[in-house]
Structure formats: structure tokens, C-alpha cells
């Protein structure tokens, strides 16, 4: 139980990269083309209703033997957002975090905090990005004829277990195609964007937990 949570963790903290307004301060002259690039993503995310994806998620590490593949999807508006991972979906109504576990017929809720570490929400990740970390213009790659031109985001920090980040945007549709995360000790994340819809028709109750619907399972209130 411990692993999957772990894991939600992880790819709330990747997928809300997807789904974000991204807003970079400005560094260096150097990474000028980057920031107008991340820029171009961050009006184009603004200027939807809402965002609903298909990924898929992986990670490996050759030296732990470790190598593992899942899907997901995640529907967003505003800070407001559900994702349904590794068998889990996981609600965020903008005041409340409702973790679901059908496996074990459980469900964990709990009052969103700004100033815990551990609390993640889209509108979080700005703060993210927004110190700690340095960016830089990367590649540019021909994938499927899909041209994907590669930011670079490496931390600050000599203790942080990231060794780097890339974040794929495809240059015509201004749309994030990728994400990749390395740390130290070789571990290597990817989220792959399959399907990328937006402005689509969504009831005004899609981002409402609704205790009814689960009448055998445990809630766990944490608050």
C-alpha cells in the first residue's frame, strides 16, 4: 500500500506539469527562447475552460531492476482536478483531497494545507517552478512528424535528488508532448501525453465527491 501511495504522489507532482499555466521568472539572457516558449504554453492553458488527458507513465532504473508502465487520465479546471491512476482516482474539489481506493474499499479525506510540502495541487506547482531551479533552450526532436523542442530544467541545490528535467512542447500546437525527470541514482520518469482535449462538456458535480456512491467503504477523515 505504501508503494502505490508513493507512486500517487510522485505522479500528481509530474501530471499537474501537464496541466498547469506554467510561469517562469527570468534568468539569464541565455534562456531567453526558453522563456518566451514557456510563455506561448502558459497563454494557451489559460485560454481553456478545461483540459482532459490520456498518459502513460513510466519509470526505470537499470541498477534497482526497475521497470514499470501504467496509464492514467486526469480532467482539470481551474485548481480544481481528478485523476484516475494505477487503479486510484484522487479528487481535488479546491478545499478537500479525497484519495480512493477501490482495491481496499477506502477512502482518505483531507482539508488541503498551502504551507504542508506534501499537499500538491496544480496551482502549487507554480511554486515549483519558480525558484530552485534553472532553465535552459534543449533540443529540438522529429517524433512522428510532431516537432518537439525540449526545455531544460536542472536544480539549484547540489543536495536536490533531480539531476535534470526535460519538458517536451510540441512548437505547433504549443501543447506539452513530454515529460522527463532523471535523478541521481538513475531513476528515470516519463509521462507521455496520448490524448490532449480541451473545453470539453463536464457536469457541475464532476469535481464533487459524493460519499453516497461508496456505501461499504472505510473513510479515513483525516481533519
Known amino acids: 500500500m505504501k508503494k502505490t501511495t508513493f507512486s500517487m504522489q510522485r505522479i500528481i ?11 517562469l521568472p527570468g534568468q539569464a539572457q541565455e534562456s531567453a527562447k526558453a522563456k518566451a516558449l514557456l510563455d506561448q504554453v502558459s497563454a494557451k492553458v489559460k485560454s ?10 513510466s519509470v526505470s532504473n537499470p541498477k534497482q531492476n526497475l521497470n514499470q508502465e501504467s496509464k492514467g487520465t486526469v ?10 491512476f494505477m487503479g486510484m482516482t484522487r479528487i481535488f474539489d479546491g478545499k478537500k483531497v479525497y484519495n480512493i481506493v ?23 506547482m507554480l511554486t515549483f517552478f519558480n525558484s530552485g531551479y534553472k532553465y535552459s533552450w534543449d533540443i529540438l526532436q522529429n517524433i512522428k512528424g510532431r516537432k518537439i523542442q525540449y526545455i531544460k530544467l536542472n536544480p539549484l541545490s547540489a543536495k536536490d535528488a533531480t539531476k535534470e528535467i ?18 541521481k541514482d538513475g531513476t528515470k520518469m516519463v509521462i507521455t501525453i496520448n490524448s490532449f482535449k ?4 463536464l457536469s457541475k ?19
Open 13 to 23: 507532482r509530474i501530471i499537474t506539469l501537464f496541466i498547469i499555466t506554467i510561469s
Open 48 to 57: 481553456y475552460e478545461n483540459i482532459s488527458i490520456d498518459f502513460k507513465y
Open 75 to 84: 480532467v482539470q479546471k481551474g485548481n480544481q482536478y481528478v485523476l484516475n
Open 102 to 124: 477501490p482495491e481496499d474499499e477506502e477512502i482518505t479525506i483531507s482539508k488541503y494545507d498551502d504551507q504542508k510540502s506534501d499537499e500538491l495541487t496544480p496551482s502549487k
Open 166 to 183: 526535460l519538458i517536451g512542447i510540441d512548437t505547433q500546437t504549443k501543447h506539452i508532448f513530454n515529460y522527463i525527470r532523471t535523478e
Open 198 to 201: 480541451t473545453n470539453q462538456p
Open 205 to 223: 458535480n464532476h469535481f464533487t465527491f459524493t460519499e453516497s456512491k461508496y456505501p461499504n467503504y472505510y473513510i479515513n477523515r483525516l481533519d
